[in-house]
């Protein structure tokens, strides 16, 4: 993965906005950031904005694992900023009710392989909450942070991307960035949403993402893709740092004459079914792209609803890039991951159809 492109990116993939509405407003002061300290700067301003903040997680008060909380306890003292026990269900079980009680519950959960542990607390607790109080009551002020994907040598147990288990549950949003900006922006919002949400950050991109951040406060809106790159032979769509690998295949696929349209979903849970209706319908074919296995992954609900909505206007199946069904590889990792080769080898039988 090119860290040039990923810079590249910046520039066209993200409207600016500040102070706590969406809007495209460009004269805020830019500040040259990796995406680990892009989403440092968003605890800050969380924390600052909000004395009713509060960040938790295993390691959190000296900086975390990946550096994401570094100052935090600091600045905002211990009693804001604190450690946990390892014990990912009391981590999230307490955010549940620090939130439900009107704080801002940010928790950590230090790498998402160790997520599983919290799931009946985010599944049966978190996401219905509300739903069993007939909205008496909720815990919308809960965010959890928690990093996902490949990192190049993290094995079995650092290396996996669980979203499409949490997409199967009513009542949690989940977000992906795909770099510092969009990270920047899209934390404020989830922390700010009075829904309870899973914040996955791409571990890979932590610090070999780098672009131009505002350094004032801004948002940027859940639930909305965008259209990243215009095209009119197929249909890209993927999240978070398959979106680089994504674009490079596009730059590729151009130079042999196939004209992609490439889609950041950002938002999987309530996602944009609308935007990628209206690209899919344009070009005719579909290409969905992550790193979890194929098999039942997020990328299956995509094609579904796609092929519901579109069935008269697809050209060709849909396809899927994705990894492989087995527990995430070490030595083998090059082989699982969906890289360049493989998605542009699918851009065009895809159009070839």
Same mark, same amino acid.
């Given at each position: ?30 500040? @040259? ?45 211990? @009693?804001? $900023? ?76 650092? @290396? ?9 549950? =009513? ?7 795909? @770099? ?99 690209? $899919? ?11 979890? =296995? ?32 087995? =527990?995430?590889?070490? $030595? ?22």
């Amino acid at each position: 993965m090119s860290s040039n492109c990923v810079k590249r990116f910046g520039g066209r993939w993200v409207s600016l906005v500040s102070h706590r509405g969406f809007s495209t407003s460009s004269e805020q002061g830019l500040k @040259s950031l990796n995406l680990f300290s892009a989403i440092n700067q968003a605890l800050h301003i969380a924390l600052d904005t909000d004395p009713r903040a509060y960040v938790f997680g295993e390691d959190v008060s000296f900086g975390g694992v990946f550096r994401c909380t570094t100052g935090l306890a600091d600045r905002f003292g211990k @009693s804001r $900023v604190f450690n946990t026990p390892l014990c990912e269900q009391g981590i999230v079980g307490f955010g549940i009710g620090l939130a439900a009680m009107g704080n801002r519950a940010i928790a950590e959960i230090q790498f998402a392989d160790y997520i599983y542990p919290a799931f009946d607390q985010i599944v049966n607790e978190a996401a219905k909450f509300r739903y069993r109080s007939g909205n008496q009551f909720n815990c919308g002020g809960l965010t959890i942070r928690a990093p996902y994907g490949a990192v190049g040598h993290g094995g079995h147990y650092h @290396s996996q991307s669980p979203e499409a288990f949490f997409c199967h549950v =009513p009542g949690i949003k989940v977000v992906i960035p795909r @770099s510092p900006r969009q990270a920047k922006g899209l934390l404020l919002s989830c922390i700010r949403d009075p829904n309870p949400v899973v914040f996955f950050e791409p571990k890979w991109l932590y610090r070999l993402a780098v672009e131009e951040v505002p350094e004032d406060e801004y948002m940027l809106p859940l639930s909305e893709a965008e259209v990243v790159r215009q095209g009119s032979d197929i249909t890209l769509v993927g999240w978070g740092a398959q979106l680089a690998i994504m674009e490079q295949a596009c730059l590729d696929a151009e130079k042999e004459g196939i004209s992609c349209e490439l889609i950041d979903l950002k938002t999987l849970i309530p996602w944009d079914k609308e935007t990628v209706e209206a690209s $899919v319908k344009k070009t005719g074919r579909l290409l969905i792209s992550h790193e979890a =296995p194929v098999t039942g992954g997020f990328g299956a609900e995509i094609s579904a609803s796609i092929v519901e909505r579109c069935f008269s206007r697809l050209e060709a199946p849909v396809a899927r890039v994705c990894g492989l069904d087995t =527990p995430f590889p070490l $030595v083998f990792e090059p082989f699982y991951m969906p890289n360049k080769n493989k998605i542009l080898d699918a851009i065009k039988s895809t159009t070839e159809y």
